[in-house]
């Protein structure tokens, strides 16, 4: 069974649209180079056919993989409340550390400029999901146990 993916409705929509390219302006672009490609002769020769074809097998899979996140996501309303959930933008900071990192809990087709995203599934995610600010909570790591400090939830 696929996992569940949880998108806001802008990343939704963002990549709804870009498999709705794909599917239908992608495919007539590439079926439109291949076919001047092969007019150029010689295939084993061909470099623009070679590539054309490479492009396609790209554009394939990232269509196989939009179908995949589209057909098993859900959509989540931005928070904006007291504890993380998946869509916070959560600030922290490292036990021991003065400096102050900012995350996106979700999935990396969420990404925003300046913020590096935090998959809820992963061990830092799973240990923010749920807490509020000034709660400090730990995961395991591959060195160890590391604590973190929940600064800002946004």
Partial sequence: ??????????????????????TTR???DIARKIETARELG?????????????????????????????ENCEIVEETGGDTVAAGSVVAIRYQGDDEVERYLV????????????VSPG???GEALIGASVGDEVGYEAPGGVLRVKIVEIG
């Avoid at 696929?2 to 390219?21: E, G, N, T």
């Fill in 106 to 117: 979700g999935s990396i087709e969420e990404r925003v400029d300046g913020l590096d995203v």
């Fill in 26 to 28: 992608g495919r007539i």
């Fill in 122 to 124: 992963s061990p830092l």
């Fill in 1 to 22: 069974m696929a996992q569940i993916q949880q998108l806001s409705q802008a990343a939704y929509d963002r990549l709804k649209a870009d498999y709705d390219d794909l």
């Fill in 42 to 70: 010689d295939l084993s020769e061909n470099g623009d056919y070679h590539a054309a074809k490479e492009e396609q097998g790209k554009m394939e899979g990232r269509i196989m993989h939009l179908h995949k996140i589209l």
